[in-house]
């Protein structure tokens, strides 16, 4: 079964430094990831993903992401974090000719706090 | 706009009782989703359709009902038997396929006292 599992439930930056959320899957086959974020009480929004292709992710808002399949990591990155980057964000995995089809697994979350 | 409503926002029912999530999408995708978010836990899924008047359980569909007699709607029952409903709980739907992502609804916080 595959699994998703984002290192630190909070991470804390201060504005204008860089940001990185680790996640790191499991999968017996290379995955489809995503990277989605949470404003408070708001649905998730979409903010890049990996499929096939270049491994170097970019997405909204100026993040991007790397998939490393010999470390099944899947980091987010940000070279300078804005007070509106201030979220919950999550990483999520599907798996390729599984019989779950189009399910997504998702990591527990990493909640980004912005210091002025 | 293209997109998914959820209704109400928020929800306060008496323990004992059933009560209905709405879930309405107009992006035309066959495949729609729920799932249950609890603080610290992430999203887990409880139902998902890939077409109208099929559905299959997810992680935690104890305690849930689910129908899909029309592409763009998919209600959520929790009933009575779910031992702690009180939640936030998100809709989502797609393109049928692993690589497309999922569009969220705005979620329905449902409390149950």
């Known amino acids: 079964a595959q699994s998703v599992t984002q290192l630190g439930s909070h991470v804390s930056v201060s504005e204008g430094a860089l940001v990185l959320l680790r996640c790191n899957y499991s999968s017996s086959v290379p995955p489809y990831l995503f990277w989605y974020v949470q404003y408070p009480n708001q649905g998730l929004q979409l903010l890049l993903k990996?499929?096939?292709?270049?491994?170097l992710v970019k997405g909204i808002n100026g993040f991007e992401a790397e998939f490393k399949k010999s470390e099944t990591s899947f980091h987010l990155t940000k070279p300078s974090a804005h007070m509106s980057d201030a979220a919950e964000y999550f990483c999520?995995?599907?798996?390729?000719?599984?019989?779950?089809?189009?399910?997504?697994?998702f990591g527990q979350g990493t909640i980004l706090t912005v210091h002025p | 706009d293209g997109g998914i409503t959820q209704s109400p926002k928020y929800l306060f029912r008496k323990e004992g009782q059933n009560v209905t999530l709405s879930c309405e999408q107009n992006l035309n995708h066959d495949a729609m989703y729920w799932y249950r978010q609890d603080p610290g836990q992430g999203l887990r899924l409880i139902y998902y359709s890939q077409i109208v008047n099929d559905f299959q359980k997810g992680d935690i569909a104890e305690g849930y009902s689910v129908s899909r007699e029309k592409k763009e709607s998919f209600p959520l029952t929790v009933t009575s038997a779910q031992k702690n409903p009180t939640a936030f709980y998100l809709c989502?739907?797609?393109?049928?396929?692993?690589?497309?992502?999922?569009?969220f609804g705005p979620g329905t916080r449902l409390t149950v006292t």
């Open positions: 999520a995995v599907s798996e390729p000719g599984g019989t779950s089809y189009g399910k997504l697994t």
């Open positions: 990996y499929t096939t292709g270049a491994t």
């Open positions: 989502a739907s797609s393109i049928a396929g692993l690589a497309y992502e999922q569009y």
